[in-house]
């Protein structure tokens, strides 16, 4: 028996007509929040080039693209199940690199001055370092991710989304600080061996420690994360004070071991971080196959409700179906037919989430019914593209066909060989 939420119904004219007018409105911020952002990101090469010159800033960006491009790469593969929508990607990277980066500049100064007022010589480096630093860098990091689980909560489906978008977020503030430290190192020594310089700053915070400020970050993303599960208001504020605390916490754990060097550092490095952040990707990849099980789940209950058909259900559980019914559409069918059969998977992943959601009693009926609404629009929009293509029809059959023949591990042949008509011996 299929949920009352996705009982097969007619087309609601009026309710698409709301959704269009809903999705002109709401265009406008994101498109001023990059424009602000971009502005941010400006003076921010200003600033950069202002402290260390333009040779040595260009040096320090070089240097820092190798680390964020591996960083990136993990990221968006932990994003595959559910891709969260690029412009919010991109404005999650560039608020970090550009607005979290000013805002922790214009503090930290302060909190420099702070420390040599309140402390001796040396109290107050630590105090900035190893107190301040994180408190002041983690909050602006987590401004972003806050504010847009505020805006934007049906973006949040678990633990992987507010990962996702932390991350991504700490990932533009390390690439922009990475530029000021490289910046630095070039200029005091030029780029240097394993014992100074560039290339000794690089093995440490582009090889051994690329992924520092994400980890920090995450225990922010976690919190948001778990927060997006409840509707107990008590327990989403304990659950942001703890993620953005972890994120502290660890950020002056780090800061500090560098302060002190040698073998506290590699004891913090090998003893707390590294174990952190194993558990960490474990916790991920967790979450990814629990993401996995939700689809498998909810697809006989879409199907049953006319969004989606039989025979794409093999194919819509697994990313290797996903990818080989996308790879062959491409191929056959073009770019635009590919698109389309994307949104359609994405759209059919955000239906499966929504109606758990609905099963677990974590959404009120009415944010439900906008939220279905605008999907199942989406969804039928996607099929309509898609389907206007017949080879991206005949593709699928195709991959289903592989599928199943993979599944099964047999040949086709001589196994399966089809029997031969039979001749009719003609009066």
Known sequence: MSSPDLQRQPADLSGARR???????????????????????L??????????????????????LLPVGVVFAAIIWIDRWEPEPPMLLLGAFLWGAGGATACSLLLNDAMIGLGNVLFSAGGDRFFATAVM??????????????????????EFNGLVDGIVYAALTAAGFAFTENILYFGKAFVAGGLGGVSGGVVALFIVRGVLAPFSHPLFSSMVGIGVGLASRTDRKRMRVLYLVLGFAGAVLLHAVWNASTLFGGAEFLNVYFLIMVPIFLGTFWLVVWQRKREQRIVIQQLPVLERAGLIVRSEMEMLATLAGRRGWLRKVRRSAGTEAAKAVRDYQIAVTELAFL??????????????????????ADLKQ????????????????????????HNLKRPPYPGNRPKPPIQRSRD
């Open 382 to 405: 996607a099929r309509r593209s898609a389907a206007g293509t017949q080879q991206a029809i005949q593709t699928a059959r195709i991959k289903l066909n592989e599928l199943t023949q």
């Open 133 to 154: 630093g994180p408190l002041v860098e983690e909050a602006a990091k987590a401004l972003f991710v806050v504010a847009l689980w505020f805006r934007r909560r049906s």
């Open 19 to 41: 959704l269009q007018t809903r999705k002109n409105h709401a265009v406008g911020w994101p498109v001023a929040g990059l424009i602000v952002l971009g502005i941010c990101g």
């Open 43 to 64: 003076v921010m090469v200003g600033v950069t080039t202002s402290k260390v010159g333009a040779a040595a800033a260009l040096v320090g960006a070089v240097a820092a």
């Open 355 to 376: 109606q758990h959601r609905a099963e677990q009693g974590r959404t009120t009926s009415a944010a439900r019914r906008a939220r279905r609404e605008k999907l199942i």
